[in-house]
């Protein structure tokens, strides 16, 4: 039986790990955070926190000031393991599980008889049982019969991960069935979902399926927008009215894919399967172009001017997050930076400094410029109207100008 005398051990302790890890200590676990960054373990243990997600200073600070939660840079012996390391990826999109098998070797010397280890970790399919349990059985473990494993990948909303870690159904799957049990019972004592339970290899295609289902449907939107800008038609609209019909669904173009999932995830489906999965492949490249055709069309523009005030509005990922990671309207602004393509005023209403760009206030830039670029549909760009913006050239690649 899972009991809450438990001791967890959560290895990473960034946007999965530090939430999972002080979420435990709050349910009254005796949760040990493990992370290899000095400084993410030294703020920790302050009951502070080094990521922005609503309210996770809140959870850190009562699991630290209760003493079910500290943190450190090595693991600790624990009835439980979970594994919440990066796995992004390398060379020619191929998956990087370098942290996975680090952080596997590093538990090993602490793993004891009857001890589970969980992969949270976003995972190629076979990851759990060729990298963790072949580490854990190379150090002397006996795998399914005194350690069990199992895969339970995470799918949580940054913004919303407090929220979705309890309420999300789960899916967990074990090396073996003993393993599977053992992890959907450690679930349940959290997770106000269904947990669902499978085998290992079956949950690490589900979550990369996942997100791959969201990557290819935004690829047919964003194909779509190539198409109507070329015959000249309102992508929006189309769009629109096409969702008129009762089983259609598009979801919206915009300036290409970004963040550290559906933009990495897919790449793993290929990789392992590079002869069948050509839709997803094909998706990925499609999104992958965006970028570069939104460059091109403000190049085009900028022809028409001697030296256009050239204003792009928003640089994160997606709408109303400070979140610059793997973000097209980073890579787009960069690259008009870089060809000076005109003066350039840059705006991002969720930032307030930038290394490489000087941020000016949206209103300001939407008032000085010739062409007005919109990348992200923030919120504070919703009112905008093209009949107050009469004189400027718009690329809306949001669809958010009326
Ligand atoms: N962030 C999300 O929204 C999200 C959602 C679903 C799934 N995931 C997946 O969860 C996993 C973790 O992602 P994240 O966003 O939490 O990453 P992150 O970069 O925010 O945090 C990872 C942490 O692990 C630490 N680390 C790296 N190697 C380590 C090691 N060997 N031992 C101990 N600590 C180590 C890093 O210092 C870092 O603090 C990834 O596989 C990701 O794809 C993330």
């Not at 047919?220 to 008129?244: G, H, M, T, Y």
Request: charged fraction near 25%; glycine fraction near 6%.
């Amino acid at each position: 039986m899972t009991n809450k005398q438990q001791k967890i051990c959560v290895v990473g302790l960034g946007y999965i790990g530090l939430p999972t890890a002080s979420l435990l200590g709050t349910k009254g676990f005796s949760v040990h955070g493990v992370d290899v960054t000095q400084s993410v373990v030294d703020t920790i243990n302050q009951g502070k926190i080094h990521i922005v997600e609503p309210d996770l200073d809140i959870l850190v600070k009562s699991a630290v000031g209760s003493g079910n939660l500290r943190a450190g840079i090595e693991p600790e012996p624990a009835d439980i393991f979970i594994l919440a390391v990066p796995t992004p990826f390398k060379g020619d999109h191929e998956p990087d599980l370098s942290y996975i098998e680090d952080a596997t070797r590093r538990i090993a010397p602490h793993v004891k008889p009857g001890n589970l280890v969980i992969l949270e970790s976003t995972s190629p399919v076979g990851t759990t049982e060729n990298v963790v349990a072949r580490i854990l059985a190379d150090a002397g473990h006996k795998i399914g019969e005194e350690v069990f494993i199992a895969h339970c990948p995470e799918r949580v909303l940054p913004g919303r991960i407090l929220i979705e870690l309890i309420e999300n159904d789960r899916i967990v799957g074990g090396i073996d069935e003993k393993s599977t049990a053992k992890a959907v019972e450690f679930y349940h004592s959290f997770v106000r979902g269904e947990v669902l339970a499978t085998n290992a290899r079956t949950a690490e295609l589900a979550k990369l399926t996942e997100n791959a289902f969201r990557d290819v449907n935004i690829a047919f939107a964003n194909e779509l927008s190539l198409i109507c800008d070329e015959q000249e038609i309102n992508v929006w609209e189309l769009i629109k009215l096409a969702n008129r019909h009762p089983r259609v669904s598009i979801l919206q173009p915009g300036p290409g894919v970004g963040g550290h999932c559906i933009a990495v995830d897919p790449w793993f489906i290929v990789a392992a399967a590079p002869q069948s999965a050509r839709l997803i492949r094909m998706a990925r490249k499609v999104n992958d172009a965006k970028p570069d055709w939104v460059v091109e069309k403000v190049r085009t523009s900028a022809k028409k001017f001697k030296r256009p005030v050239i204003g792009c509005l928003g640089l994160a990922f997606k709408a109303d997050v400070d979140d610059l990671r793997e973000s097209p309207a980073l890579h787009i602004v960069r690259q008009i930076q870089q060809e000076q393509l005109g003066e350039m005023l840059v705006a991002e209403p969720n930032i307030s400094t930038h290394a490489e760009f000087d941020l000016q206030p949206y209103q300001d830039v939407i008032k000085r410029s010739d062409i007005l670029l919109l990348l992200v549909d923030h919120k504070q760009f919703h009112g905008l109207r093209a009949s107050d913006l009469k004189e400027v050239i718009l690329i809306d690649t949001r669809g958010v100008i009326k």
